[in-house]
């Protein structure tokens, strides 16, 4: 199994920064890629970045220039380095890795961003 453990969301206003961190624990050698995704009230999750084990780079085309996702390897952690927030990117935030495991998808419990304005 592997287990997921988010930490750093927060209220912060507009045009402002916060940086979410993943860290991953348990078979991490399954890992084959790690993405965050979001949910606001009301709408579907959605994918905001995914990153494989080789470093490619997937990101929402309505964050790409003000979101960067980066990982420290020794730390098993995934980061998420969200700059120049808007209000509509208040959402609960999910970290989630693609496994080679039989259960196939693991996910974090969430984290809660709200951007103000």
């Known amino acids: 199994q592997v287990q997921l453990v988010e930490s750093g969301g927060g209220l912060v206003q507009s045009g402002g920064s916060l940086r979410l961190s993943c860290a991953a624990s348990g078979r991490l050698f399954s890992i084959r890629a790690m993405a965050w995704y979001r949910q606001a009230p009301g709408k579907q999750r959605e994918l905001v970045v995914s990153?494989?084990?080789?470093?490619?780079?997937n990101y929402a085309d309505s964050v790409k220039g003000r979101f960067t996702i980066s990982r420290e390897n020794a730390k098993n952690t995934v980061y998420l380095q969200m700059n120049s927030l808007k209000p509509e990117d208040t959402a609960v935030y999910y970290c989630s890795a693609e496994t080679t495991l039989q259960t196939r998808d693991y996910w974090g419990q969430g984290t809660q961003v709200t951007v103000s304005s």
């Open positions: 990153i494989t084990r080789s470093g490619t780079t």
